[in-house]
């Protein structure tokens, strides 16, 4: 049984494309060798099993595009999902804004060292929820790595992006993490960036990362302001963070 789960990973394709040649002489064969009733029989029963099969596959293929973009941790979009979605977002501004945020969680080297690796996986998934629960459905929240993790924020000004992050901030100073870590404060630390304040940086800088990369890049710059005073939201402006 193990070997052939394996033969099924390893050569998907090849099994695919053995049956569905095989199908193709059956089909042929049987137009040489059986009456016309039974071909017609033939014909629905296989037309059903080709039906069946696509379904199955789309099944298979949904699975994968969820594995391929979601973290196995949290549930949580990747960094793969985060670049599909901030992609989209960017094509579809049309004169609107668009915020992102990067939050870093303050001292989790001190939860993982104190409590244990498995204290700390709990405290992920626990505050992946609760990022989840206070984003707005338009909102993409993503684990961008280790602890940190990012919020794409379509249609939002840096105002918005701001008092949105300072609310989940609170929520989030305020949470019982449970016994796992003896009921330890949590705090997070967020650069947010606007599309349109940065737009100028973006047009002249293209030749040293693509614009994504570089939007990306000035929203780290502004985490990097706020983890020297931590717990705290810092805005991106080219005064403070260039």
Same mark, same amino acid.
């Given at each position: ?124 998934? #626990?505050? =992946?929820?609760? %990022?989840?629960?206070? $984003? +707005? ?7 961008? /790595?280790? &602890? ?10 840096? #105002?918005? =992006?701001?008092? %949105?992050?300072?609310? $989940? +901030? ?7 993490? /449970?016994? &796992? ?62």
């Amino acid at each position: 049984m193990a070997k052939t789960s394996v033969f099924l990973q390893k050569f998907p394709h090849t099994i695919l494309a053995v049956l569905g040649g095989c199908f193709g002489i059956f089909i042929c064969l049987s137009d040489l060798f059986l009456p016309t009733s039974l071909r017609l029989n033939l014909f629905v029963l296989l037309t059903v099993i080709l039906i069946i099969t696509g379904l199955f596959l789309g099944l298979i293929l949904k699975k994968l595009f969820f594995n391929a973009y979601r973290d196995t941790l949290t549930g949580l979009g990747n960094r793969g999902m985060f670049y599909h979605s901030l992609k989209n977002e960017v094509n579809r501004i049309k004169g609107k804004d668009l915020c992102l945020a990067m939050l870093d969680l303050d001292n989790f080297k001190q939860i993982n060292d104190t409590y244990g690796h498995i204290a700390g996986d709990i405290v992920l998934k #626990k505050l =992946a929820k609760l %990022l989840e629960q206070n $984003i +707005r459905k338009s909102d993409t929240v993503v684990r961008w /790595g280790g &602890e940190e993790f990012a919020i794409i924020m379509p249609a939002t000004n840096m #105002k918005g =992006a701001y008092a %949105l992050l300072e609310r $989940i +901030r609170t929520i989030i100073e305020a949470h019982n993490f /449970g016994s &796992e870590i003896n009921s330890r404060q949590i705090t997070f630390s967020s650069g947010v960036v606007s599309y349109l304040n940065v737009s100028n940086v973006l047009l002249t800088k293209t030749n040293e990362l693509n614009p994504l990369d570089l939007f990306v890049n000035l929203a780290d710059k502004a985490l990097y302001k706020a983890k020297d005073s931590k717990n705290t939201v810092v805005t991106w402006n080219e005064e403070l963070c260039a």
